[in-house]
């Protein structure tokens, strides 16, 4: 099998064993706070043995030493884990995908303010369209039942949260982040501890904690894994699975339907981005293929 297959199936994978994460959410009976609390110990825990029983305790070191910027990459990411859980618990399902499928456009935006980087005339056609749809999928939450405004904004939140990691990361391209995962997650459940029930809640719902810290843990180590064999482009493609999938599981699972609005405004945030990332991967293999000029003696 090529490096490039085993990378697609890899991440593939992965992406599907995040598909369900929001359905969980659904299906545990108790407060954000809670369903939180547990998302983070199980699956942070899980990929912490996993890390010392690879790394050992130097790949803490490495992330320690790159100070301020890992840090804010650990801050970000772990504030995005709770806040999914509240954005879940707040709007529908298709609204908190739909809006996190954004988060490309986002990591245009803080790379250009941070890191200086040209946003390309198609990631400004991109940002056009996503952001249409983005209003589409706003437009119906006063409408929608299980759909409201203020889910929408935190997932809004939660994209940009992850965006920014996402950009924090590119800084630090010479250091393995992945121990800063299980740091991220569990600090975040720390973090929630104090309005939470876990005890209670893991009584009535255990086997549902575990099976989503299972399935979050696999997801993320599949889908940290998988990248390192294709290009980003692919990899975006990819992940819009999640976009497509969860809210079609949650409304055969549990009948949440996504409401006309949403399953309008989603359709042009992921038409935009396949188009758009299409063409990016079209770019860079008709870059890769394209002859090189001589720059020696004809032979």
């Known amino acids: 099998m090529s490096d490039h297959l085993k990378g697609l199936l890899?991440?593939?994978?992965?992406?599907?064993?995040?598909?369900?994460?929001?359905?969980?959410?659904?299906?545990?009976?108790?407060?954000?706070?809670?369903?939180?609390?547990?998302?983070?110990?199980?699956?942070?825990?899980?990929?912490?043995?996993?890390?010392?029983?690879?790394?050992?305790?130097r790949g803490f070191r490495a992330v320690a030493a790159t100070g301020a910027k890992g840090a804010l990459y650990t801050v970000l990411l772990g504030a995005a884990a709770?806040?999914?859980v509240l954005a879940v618990s707040w709007t529908s399902v298709a609204n908190v995908v739909f809006i996190l499928a954004s988060m490309p456009v986002f990591a245009a935006i803080l790379s250009r303010v941070f890191l200086g980087e040209t946003i390309s005339a198609r990631m400004i056609v991109t940002m056009i369209g996503v952001f249409a749809g983005l209003a589409l999928i706003l437009r119906g939450s006063g409408e929608t039942h299980g759909a409201h405004w203020r889910g929408d904004l935190v997932a809004l939140a939660v994209s940009a949260s992850f965006a920014g990691a996402i950009t924090t990361a590119r800084r630090l391209?010479?250091?393995?982040?992945?121990?800063?995962?299980?740091?991220?997650?569990?600090g975040a459940s720390?973090?929630?501890?104090?309005?939470?029930?876990?005890?209670?809640?893991?009584?009535?719902?255990?086997?549902?904690?575990?099976?989503?810290?299972a399935f979050?843990?696999?997801?993320?180590?599949?889908?940290?894994?998988?990248?390192?064999?294709?290009?980003?482009?692919?990899?975006?493609?990819l992940i819009l699975l999640e976009?497509?999938?969860?809210?079609?599981?949650?409304?055969?699972?549990?009948?949440?339907?996504?409401?006309?609005?949403?399953?309008?405004?989603?359709a042009v945030v992921i038409s935009v981005l396949l188009v758009s990332n299409l063409w990016a991967l079209g770019m860079g293999r008709r870059m890769r293929i394209r002859p090189h000029p001589r720059t020696g003696p004809p032979v």
């Open 10 to 57: 890899i991440t593939a994978t992965g992406v599907l064993f995040i598909v369900p994460d929001s359905l969980f959410v659904r299906l545990i009976a108790a407060d954000p706070a809670s369903v939180a609390f547990w998302r983070g110990l199980t699956a942070g825990s899980v990929i912490l043995i996993a890390v010392l029983a690879t790394q050992g305790t």
């Open 190 to 213: 720390l973090v929630v501890w104090p309005l939470a029930r876990p005890m209670a809640v893991w009584a009535e719902s255990w086997p549902l904690l575990l099976a989503h810290g």
């Open 173 to 186: 391209r010479a250091v393995s982040l992945v121990p800063a995962i299980p740091v991220a997650m569990i």
């Open 216 to 237: 979050i843990s696999v997801a993320t180590s599949l889908m940290t894994l998988g990248p390192r064999y294709i290009g980003a482009p692919e990899v975006a493609l």
């Open 243 to 266: 976009s497509v999938l969860a809210p079609l599981l949650a409304w055969a699972v549990i009948g949440e339907d996504p409401g006309g609005w949403a399953l309008i405004g989603g």
């Open 82 to 84: 709770p806040g999914f």
